[in-house]
């Protein structure tokens, strides 16, 4: 809104569109300049072209230079042996010999586009041999060209350029002999055309196969980038194309695919143990709850007492946990402490035995040992009595009354191999592999109580070791357990 003089306010409409034009071509050219320069495949081929470019640059310029240079030579060689010829001949024959052999060549002279001319010390025309349609008018910037020097002049009022050298003969005279560029500029034109004409082709086809190599090399990059878009953290199951195993990027595409797998292995584990100790905790906090509910609407001391015992008794078994997720973490990320230290095998596993020989025989099985031989080990012998203590309440809990377990090791050499095997309800095949898992718990074994983690501390510290433990077991038949150490630290 403005104000002019007599008139009230007034509404000026200013029009958009003429700077709107311009500032969306810049927005929308300044988008696709982005977009290319996202793209690999045509930033690595442009990178190729300009560099392919400066190098045929380089090349024809190189070429273009030597082929000049030497069709010059070869008009600075033709002169040359006809001024050292006619030279040779006016020294030896006189200068009417060497008239009358200039008037025989003047044919050749005027086929070929050459010029002679001969002067006396004064710089007089005695003779002149040229086509007939050349001027005749000497050129003043011959005047000053001297014996053994190569000047290139052009001829007065005509557009015709020579190559002119010189010779001095006897008595004063100076014999020049030029020949005209002229075939030499065309036979440099048609060479330049021709390796234009070789070179375009080329540089096209160059550039699309670049392109084209580029897209394909680059194609399991966008594979990879577009599984890992792909994915969420409710589906992990997407996984890159493998285009050519033997490739880096092949290579890099399974590992990739690998992780992958790892990954869901992983929060698929997480999932899992979480909902378990969710659930294990649930009746451990229940319980709590129940008997400090029962302890407040009581006022005898006894049940008060017995109330804290039970939640003790709870959070115990809940720290015992809690405690044992964290070591098989630590064992399984690499970061377990192990006071490693000589292990006598043999007193070891004695004292597990007789620590479970009371539970055995409650239970009336039999705790046999089958061997008695020394062997001496380096590992952390507190975490080695937790692998056979878990293993040997695992073989008593799921034997059958009246069964024995039988405990044996031998020397392997370089390891050690100690074996528990029971003739209890067995594992399903099924589930072998499973039982390692955290917090799982077979359908056989649901009967008893349990947190579904000892062998995964089993497994966790043997590996801590650089062990491995395996299962043989069959249903109804027993399960033996095999875990090989190495002797070594």
């Given at each position: 809104m403005c104000w002019s003089a007599g008139c009230g306010p007034r509404l000026i409409r200013i029009s958009t569109s003429s700077c709107c034009i311009p500032c969306v071509g810049w927005a929308m050219s300044s988008s696709l300049l982005k977009r290319l320069h996202r793209n690999t495949a045509l930033d690595l081929t442009l990178k190729f072209t300009l560099l392919f470019f400066l190098s045929a640059l380089v090349l024809f310029v190189t070429v273009d230079a030597l082929i000049s240079k030497a069709q010059q030579q070869k008009d600075q060689q033709l002169i040359n042996s006809f001024l050292e010829s006619y030279q040779r001949l006016e020294q030896s024959a006189g200068l009417h010999k060497f008239e009358v052999v200039v008037e025989r060549d003047s044919p050749y002279f005027q086929r070929t586009a050459m010029w002679l001319e001969l002067t006396d010390a004064a710089g007089t025309v005695l003779l002149r041999v040229q086509p007939q349609q050349w001027p005749t008018q000497q050129s003043p910037a011959l005047q000053a060209l001297q014996d053994g020097d190569w000047l290139e002049a052009r001829l007065p009022e005509s557009e015709i350029d020579l190559m002119v050298g010189q010779i001095s003969l006897s008595d004063?005279?100076?014999?020049?002999?030029?020949?005209?560029?002229?075939?030499?500029?065309?036979?440099?034109?048609?060479?330049?055309?021709?390796?234009?004409?070789?070179?375009?082709?080329?540089?096209?086809?160059?550039?699309?196969?670049?392109?084209?190599?580029?897209?394909?090399?680059?194609?399991?990059?966008?594979?990879?980038?577009?599984?890992?878009?792909?994915?969420?953290?409710?589906?992990?199951?997407?996984?890159?194309?493998?285009?050519?195993?033997?490739?880096?990027?092949?290579?890099?595409?399974?590992?990739?695919?690998?992780?992958?797998?790892?990954?869901?292995?992983?929060?698929?584990?997480?999932?899992?143990?979480?909902?378990?100790?969710?659930?294990?905790?649930?009746?451990?906090?229940?319980?709590?709850?129940?008997?400090?509910?029962?302890?407040?609407?009581?006022?005898?001391?006894?049940?008060?007492?017995?109330?804290?015992?039970?939640?003790a008794e709870e959070s115990a078994r809940i720290e015992n946990m809690l405690k044992t997720l964290m070591d098989i973490s630590e064992a399984q990320s690499g970061i377990l402490k192990l006071h490693v230290e000589p292990v006598d095998l043999s007193e070891l596993i004695s004292d597990c035995v007789e620590l479970y020989r009371y539970t055995a025989e409650d239970r009336d099985i039999r705790l046999q040992l089958q061997s008695n031989d020394a062997l001496t080990l380096q590992a952390d012998k507190v975490r080695l009595h937790q692998v056979f203590g878990n293993l040997i309440d695992n073989a008593i809990k799921y034997s059958q009354p009246g069964g024995v377990v039988n405990i044996r090791w031998e020397d392997g050499g370089s390891q050690a191999m100690i074996e528990i095997a029971d003739r209890g309800i067995g594992i399903d095949p099924a589930e072998q592999e499973r039982v390692f898992d955290r917090l799982y718990r077979g359908d056989s074994s649901r009967s008893e109580p349990g947190m579904g983690l000892g062998l995964s501390l089993v497994r966790a510290i043997v590996e801590a070791h650089r062990g491995s433990i395996q299962m043989n077991s069959a249903l109804g038949k027993g399960c033996t357990l095999t875990v090989i150490l190495p002797k070594g630290a």
């Amino acid at each position: 809104m403005c104000w002019s003089a007599g008139c009230g306010p007034r509404l000026i409409r200013i029009s958009t569109s003429s700077c709107c034009i311009p500032c969306v071509g810049w927005a929308m050219s300044s988008s696709l300049l982005k977009r290319l320069h996202r793209n690999t495949a045509l930033d690595l081929t442009l990178k190729f072209t300009l560099l392919f470019f400066l190098s045929a640059l380089v090349l024809f310029v190189t070429v273009d230079a030597l082929i000049s240079k030497a069709q010059q030579q070869k008009d600075q060689q033709l002169i040359n042996s006809f001024l050292e010829s006619y030279q040779r001949l006016e020294q030896s024959a006189g200068l009417h010999k060497f008239e009358v052999v200039v008037e025989r060549d003047s044919p050749y002279f005027q086929r070929t586009a050459m010029w002679l001319e001969l002067t006396d010390a004064a710089g007089t025309v005695l003779l002149r041999v040229q086509p007939q349609q050349w001027p005749t008018q000497q050129s003043p910037a011959l005047q000053a060209l001297q014996d053994g020097d190569w000047l290139e002049a052009r001829l007065p009022e005509s557009e015709i350029d020579l190559m002119v050298g010189q010779i001095s003969l006897s008595d004063g005279l100076r014999l020049r002999i030029g020949k005209s560029t002229a075939s030499r500029t065309q036979a440099l034109t048609e060479t330049r055309t021709i390796m234009l004409l070789v070179m375009l082709p080329l540089f096209v086809f160059g550039l699309l196969l670049t392109y084209y190599m580029n897209w394909r090399a680059l194609r399991q990059v966008n594979d990879l980038i577009e599984t890992v878009r792909s994915l969420s953290t409710s589906d992990l199951e997407a996984r890159v194309q493998v285009r050519n195993p033997r490739s880096e990027l092949g290579e890099l595409a399974q590992l990739f695919n690998a992780m992958l797998s790892q990954i869901e292995r992983l929060i698929v584990g997480m999932q899992h143990s979480l909902d378990a100790v969710a659930h294990d905790l649930r009746t451990p906090l229940a319980r709590m709850r129940l008997s400090i509910e029962a302890a407040v609407a009581q006022s005898d001391e006894v049940l008060l007492r017995e109330a804290l015992l039970d939640c003790a008794e709870e959070s115990a078994r809940i720290e015992n946990m809690l405690k044992t997720l964290m070591d098989i973490s630590e064992a399984q990320s690499g970061i377990l402490k192990l006071h490693v230290e000589p292990v006598d095998l043999s007193e070891l596993i004695s004292d597990c035995v007789e620590l479970y020989r009371y539970t055995a025989e409650d239970r009336d099985i039999r705790l046999q040992l089958q061997s008695n031989d020394a062997l001496t080990l380096q590992a952390d012998k507190v975490r080695l009595h937790q692998v056979f203590g878990n293993l040997i309440d695992n073989a008593i809990k799921y034997s059958q009354p009246g069964g024995v377990v039988n405990i044996r090791w031998e020397d392997g050499g370089s390891q050690a191999m100690i074996e528990i095997a029971d003739r209890g309800i067995g594992i399903d095949p099924a589930e072998q592999e499973r039982v390692f898992d955290r917090l799982y718990r077979g359908d056989s074994s649901r009967s008893e109580p349990g947190m579904g983690l000892g062998l995964s501390l089993v497994r966790a510290i043997v590996e801590a070791h650089r062990g491995s433990i395996q299962m043989n077991s069959a249903l109804g038949k027993g399960c033996t357990l095999t875990v090989i150490l190495p002797k070594g630290a």
